[in-house]
């Protein structure tokens, strides 16, 4: 069973690796390998999504994060919509999630009714700081665009292009992750670029 197991978790430069602990609470026992567990989350991504832009949904909210979350992964995972307990090779301190949330959420809701920014701007400050905060044991790339496009929708706007697919590693997934690198180091226009694209 370990070599199947071994076949599942393996990751790239750009995923982030589960503890064993979280690799255990995997819903699916038929899965043998990457591919199958990719498209069993996706396929429970699409059915997030639809769920998602059936109506109106005011993304600046913890709980709502959280059952977004829930919604894209619960098929899949047990840890679905649940903080993270242990540390990454990115993220904040898994104590510091909760709080950090809720200062992003009330940092976007000034930007948004003082216009500090241009909305373009202040949603991709808001997928960043998510990635950046990476509340979750995995899918937060994912989350992080889904919880950004439902964000601008809710405002008026049309979602991001974010490119091609960024499920898989090439060339679009390593300018995405290098344009999250540069907005760490506070220059955003790489994100602020690609998203358009």
């Known amino acids: 069973m370990k070599n199947n197991m071994d076949k599942v978790f ?3 430069e750009a995923s982030t690796p589960l503890a064993i ?6 819903r699916l026992s038929y899965i043998t390998n990457r591919d199958e567990l990719n498209e069993a989350e996706q396929n429970n991504i699409l059915q997030a999504r639809n769920w998602a832009f059936q109506k109106k949904r005011n993304v600046l909210d913890e709980k709502f994060l959280k059952t977004l979350h829930k919604e894209m992964f619960n098929d899949v995972w047990k ?7 242990t540390q990454r090779n990115i993220g904040i301190e898994a104590y510091r999630i909760s709080i950090e949330l809720n200062a ?5 809701s000034f930007w948004v009714e003082n216009e500090t920014f241009p909305i373009d701007e202040i949603a991709a400050r808001f997928h960043h700081k998510l990635v950046f ?3 979750f044991p995995n ?10 496009d439902l964000f601008l929708k809710h405002l008026g706007f049309s979602p991001f292009t974010w490119g091609e697919h960024l499920g898989s590693p090439g060339k679009r997934r390593k300018e995405y992750i290098n344009a999250l690198r540069a907005a ?7 994100l602020l ?5």
């Open 10 to 12: 393996t990751y790239d």
């Open 21 to 26: 602990e979280e690799q255990e609470q995997l």
């Open 79 to 85: 840890w679905a919509g649940k903080y993270r307990t």
């Open 104 to 108: 992003l959420i009330s940092d976007v």
């Open 133 to 135: 905060i990476h509340p």
């Open 139 to 148: 899918g937060n790339g994912r989350f992080s665009r889904l919880a950004t």
């Open 184 to 190: 760490d180091n506070h220059d955003l226009s790489p």
């Open 193 to 197: 670029e690609f998203v358009k694209k």
